[in-house]
């Protein structure tokens, strides 16, 4: 009897299951092409960035040479193709590559480049606090002390990534300017940190010995 009862719950729950694909079997099977769908998209969207960054890299490789080729034209060219058509980090460094090789023929204007990117939201904070530093270099002969003091004090914090090199700058167009109260106060941030790079140490000693002795009170 209780076989009987077995075969009976197996015809109602094999007749459910009919009826509930009868009806839900479009949708089921629509859902499963959606996934699949899903899955190769994405998996050709990946497909399609990994070349896109592989093309990206070998271009940048060949700008790259032309740089050490000295061809600082042509280089300058192909790093503004990949500036406007790269993947965004070849794009950002393309950006920046761009305004260095400007910069070995027309500073003002690689200023602007770097000064453009330190103001660009979309770029990220590290690149934005290179543009600034890379700009005051381009600068540190034609102007000011005061003006590289705007551009660059906040770029000496003790956290932040390029302190070493603005001090350094700040610390050179105080002297050039004159003033030596304000090129030892760089100078001794450079020699109290002790993260500061060796041979920047050595630079800022050599700099240190040219300042005239702190007058005794």
């Given at each position: 009897?209780?076989?009987?009862?077995?075969?009976?719950?197996?015809?109602?729950?094999?007749?459910?299951?009919?009826?509930?694909?009868?009806?839900?079997?479009?949708?089921?099977?629509?859902?499963?092409?959606?996934?699949?769908?899903?899955?190769?998209?994405?998996?050709?969207?990946?497909?399609?960035?990994?070349?896109?960054?592989?093309?990206?890299?070998?271009?940048?490789?060949?700008?790259?040479?032309?740089?050490?080729?000295?061809?600082?034209?042509?280089?300058?060219?192909?790093?503004?193709?990949?500036?406007?058509?790269?993947?965004?980090?070849?794009?950002?460094?393309?950006?920046?590559?761009?305004?260095?090789?400007?910069?070995?023929?027309?500073?003002?204007?690689?200023?602007?480049?770097?000064?453009?990117?330190?103001?660009?939201h979309s770029v990220g904070?590290?690149?934005?606090?290179?543009?600034?530093?890379?700009?005051?270099?381009?600068?540190?002969?034609?102007?000011?002390?005061?003006?590289?003091?705007?551009?660059?004090?906040?770029?000496?914090?003790?956290?932040?990534?390029?302190?070493?090199?603005?001090?350094?700058?700040?610390?050179?167009?105080?002297?050039?300017?004159?003033?030596?109260?304000?090129?030892?106060?760089?100078?001794?941030?450079?020699?109290?940190?002790?993260?500061?790079?060796?041979?920047?140490?050595?630079?800022?000693?050599?700099?240190?010995?040219?300042l005239p002795p702190v007058?005794?009170?």
């Amino acid at each position: 009897m209780s076989e009987l009862f077995d075969e009976v719950d197996e015809d109602v729950r094999r007749e459910q299951l009919k009826k509930l694909w009868d009806r839900y079997s479009v949708f089921i099977v629509a859902g499963a092409l959606l996934v699949i769908a899903a899955v190769g998209g994405w998996r050709g969207y990946q497909y399609l960035e990994a070349k896109k960054a592989a093309e990206a890299g070998g271009a940048f490789d060949r700008a790259v040479e032309l740089s050490e080729q000295s061809k600082h034209s042509e280089a300058e060219a192909a790093f503004n193709s990949l500036a406007a058509t790269a993947p965004y980090g070849y794009r950002m460094l393309a950006r920046l590559r761009a305004a260095a090789e400007l910069g070995s023929r027309d500073p003002q204007a690689a200023v602007k480049l770097y000064d453009d990117i330190s103001a660009d939201h979309s770029v990220g904070a590290l690149e934005q606090e290179l543009a600034k530093v890379r700009a005051a270099g381009l600068l540190l002969e034609t102007t000011s002390y005061p003006n590289m003091l705007q551009r660059l004090e906040p770029s000496t914090a003790a956290a932040a990534t390029f302190r070493h090199t603005a001090r350094e700058l700040l610390a050179l167009s105080a002297w050039r300017a004159n003033d030596p109260t304000a090129a030892r106060k760089w100078l001794d941030l450079i020699a109290n940190d002790a993260e500061t790079p060796p041979g920047l140490r050595s630079r800022a000693e050599a700099l240190q010995a040219l300042l005239p002795p702190v007058a005794k009170s």
